[in-house]
């Protein structure tokens, strides 16, 4: 058998590595306030796709369920308000840097 050598103790790392103490705030305020703005928009869309009463719960009014204002500009103000989210999440705050 050949003969081993014994690894010198100053070759091997006991100590763990250290993480950096950062109590920095992950966002900013502008981020919050981006935040707050595409959910508004979700919320106004959703509230504009739920639309109005009807005035005869039991007559159904084709033209009142399928409008333009509630199969197209409510959902597309639903999309920018998630892309808002989106982007307020990942826009880096001048803290981070």
Avoid: C, H, W
């Avoid at 992950?26 to 504009?48: D, E, H, P, R, T």
């Avoid at 033209?63 to 826009?91: D, W």
């Amino acid at each position: 058998m050949a003969d081993k050598k014994p690894i010198p103790a100053t070759a091997v790392k006991t100590e763990p590595a250290r993480l950096k103490a950062d109590n920095s705030p992950i966002f900013s305020k502008g981020n919050y306030l981006l935040m707050g703005v595409g959910g508004a928009l979700i919320i106004i869309g959703m509230v504009v796709m739920a639309g109005g009463s009807s005035s005869d719960p039991n007559v159904f009014d084709y033209n009142q369920v399928y409008s333009k204002t509630r199969i197209t500009f409510a959902p597309i103000l639903i999309i920018l308000g998630i892309l808002v989210e989106v982007y307020a999440i990942f826009k880096k705050s001048p803290a981070a840097e």
